[in-house]
């Protein structure tokens, strides 16, 4: 299972299609097995869940994201999880041990990174 993280760098960014780069966990019985950052290749509406769809992606944690991307990853079957915080490395193994829920943390503004914790 490949699980990708919004971060900023080695933590989990506040906003996903903010975030400075992906880390991307592959998991295999509840433990990882190997990580790589991506950088971020920019925010264009409706781009970033088809990148990381294409690199095997099928969870995706962050601290908040926007509605359309969340209907898009849903789509394809790409689970959501957001309400996240700390280190990105910590949320993967909270998600894999059952510890990590979904919020539901919904951005509807993208003007200001601190309202995605709403």
């Not at 490949?2 to 966990?25: D, L, P, Q, R, T």
């Not at 990580?35 to 944690?61: M, Q, R, T, W, Y």
């Not at 700390?86 to 979904?102: C, P, R, T």
């Amino acid at each position: 299972m490949k699980i990708a993280v919004a971060s900023e760098n080695e933590m989990v960014a506040g906003h996903f299609g903010h975030c400075s780069n992906f880390n991307i966990f592959d998991v295999e019985d509840k433990k990882i097995v190997n990580s790589e950052s991506v950088a971020n290749p920019g925010h264009k509406p409706g781009f970033l869940p088809v990148f990381l769809g294409d690199k095997g992606v099928e969870v995706i944690i962050s601290g908040g994201m926007g509605q359309g991307a969340i209907d898009i990853f849903n789509k394809k079957n790409i689970e959501v999880v957001t309400g996240a915080a700390g280190k990105a490395e910590k949320a993967v193994m909270d998600y894999i041990n059952g510890a990590l829920i979904s919020n539901g943390s919904v951005c509807n503004k993208h003007e200001h990174h601190d309202e995605c914790h709403e």
